[in-house]
């Protein structure tokens, strides 16, 4: 932080007419354990003030809120032989990443020294196994107060527009970090004629707040607009990552390619980039020409926008796209809110925001109908059934390459009979005997191969058969219908 930022912040911080439940003033330093309590309480309230941030200020007079000056400086305080900010971190739970600021002095008031501590996210912050909060400027313990601890668990994760990557930004640093330009074209919008309109309609979609020093930039801001997702450090790991393998397992690698624009500027080069690497399909459907590409474009496209839509952005891990001989690969950290089977006929996303803007910016087809699309597409290239997947903690969806129906497994045709039935359903039509045939490539004069697909699958209780009474034709719907 530069000093002109510091002294905006204190200068910002000490016109507040009291203390909140999410700043605190202090003259110096009194105990180790009043920090630590400090941090839990202000950490849970500023969540609660919808704040970014909150604050312990040393070297302030906390009724008069002029500067004094502190002989603390807390980088240099020692608990036995172990820093301060150490002894704090490993004492609170969850871990936060709180800042020091601790390099300057107020004019010639004397040294001031500032504890900024964030928001905690999914869950209360304790301090030696006991959790705080601030009720008006007085720390207490949280369990006093049940309906405020039902707020933060019920708060789960963050939205990604709660959450302040950067802050104390100056509007021109704002301009310079985010792609006014991305925003405009893909809206279709006039680009305002001066950067108080970018910033008005950045405020509006919460791609950033105004915080006590100038400006901050939002996770969501930062993840669609961001110039370099690489210059934020909570966005390093949710780059897409793109490996091509030489064959069908992960030991030898061709190439790979990392993409650090934000989201809404890179999605259409990445998007080409990939379709770029995959090979063309010797023997294709029925309805299509042999020099198509091996997968349809639709289903890429739909499918990697899902990848970074439903992403779970608090656990580790990059969003890839693993090219194979036979199949892609495309997963996103994190387990999805709904379970895969109901992927076609419902939707659920942790991160509404993120999809909304995307749809907004053409990036993904509308709410629901985007793996519709992609089962279709998929139908008409008669490949394999999609395979979606949860494991350790994070989605796979998976397209194989096409293959005779003489090659597909018995797993992958009740699969394949599955998501007919839900796409059919979905399209207020029902699956029947014929329908499958066409879906699976079979020759009507082998009717009873798909007859016995059928049985399989209403033995896996994944179909039932709809009710007809009279009909000489059977007609099939999913178990969830």
Not at 169 to 190: G, I, K, M, N, W
Not at 371 to 389: H, V
Request: glycine share 6%.
């Amino acid at each position: 932080m530069e000093y002109i930022d510091f002294k905006k912040l204190i200068d910002a911080l000490t016109a507040k007419p009291k203390e909140t439940e999410w700043v605190e003033f202090k003259h110096n330093f009194h105990s180790k354990e009043e920090i630590g309590e400090r941090i839990s309480a202000l950490s849970n309230s500023a969540y609660l003030c919808s704040m970014p941030f909150g604050y312990i200020v040393f070297g302030i007079d906390d009724e008069t809120h002029n500067v004094i000056g502190t002989d603390f400086y807390a980088k240099r305080k020692k608990v036995g032989n172990e820093e301060l900010e150490s002894w704090l971190s490993t004492r609170l739970n969850p871990r936060l990443d709180f800042e020091i600021i601790d390099d300057f002095d107020y004019e010639d008031k004397g040294h001031v020294c500032v504890f900024k501590i964030p928001a905690t996210t999914n869950r209360p912050v304790s301090f030696l196994h006991e959790e705080y909060i601030r009720i008006g400027s007085t720390t207490r313990k949280l369990k006093d107060y049940p309906d405020k601890e039902a707020k933060i668990w019920k708060g789960g994760q963050k939205p990604l527009e709660k959450i302040v990557l950067k802050n104390g930004l100056s509007a021109q640093e704002v301009v310079s970090c985010l792609s006014a330009e991305t925003y405009f074209d893909r809206l279709h919008l006039p680009l305002p004629q001066n950067t108080t309109g970018i910033l008005d309609r950045f405020l509006s979609e919460q791609f950033i707040v105004r915080d006590e020093v100038g400006y901050g930039v939002t996770e969501l801001g930062a993840i669609l607009l961001a110039k370099r997702l690489s210059d934020f450090d909570g966005l390093k790991r949710k780059m897409v990552r793109v490996i091509v393998y030489k064959g069908k397992s992960k030991i030898a690698t061709i190439r790979e390619q990392t993409f650090d624009k934000g989201y809404a500027i890179g999605f259409e080069e990445m998007v080409e980039w990939v379709n770029s690497q995959l090979p063309a399909n010797e023997e294709i459907g029925q309805a299509l020409r042999r020099d198509a590409r091996m997968y349809p474009k639709i289903a890429v496209r739909e499918l990697t926008a899902n990848m970074l839509i439903h992403q779970d952005f608090s656990e580790q891990g990059f969003p890839m796209i693993e090219i194979y001989t036979d199949r892609i690969e495309i997963s996103n950290p994190g387990s999805p809110l709904i379970s895969v089977e109901r992927f076609i006929d419902e939707y659920q996303s942790r991160n509404d925001s993120l999809a909304d803007i995307m749809r907004r910016m053409g990036m993904c087809e509308e709410k629901g109908s985007g793996m519709d699309k992609t089962i279709f597409s998929i139908e008409l290239y008669q490949l394999p059934p999609l395979r979606l997947q949860v494991q350790e903690n994070r989605t796979t969806a998976t397209m194989f390459s096409y293959r005779k129906f003489a090659e597909i497994d018995k797993t992958e045709r009740i699969r394949a009979c599955y998501q007919h039935a839900c796409l059919k359903y979905v399209s207020n039509e029902k699956m029947n005997n014929q329908s499958l045939r066409t879906r699976l490539g079979i020759e009507d004069k082998n009717y009873p191969m798909a007859s016995r697909i059928i049985r399989d699958t209403l033995e896996a209780k994944l179909i039932k058969e709809e009710s007809q009474d009279g009909a000489s034709r059977h007609n099939y719907i999913p178990y969830w219908a």
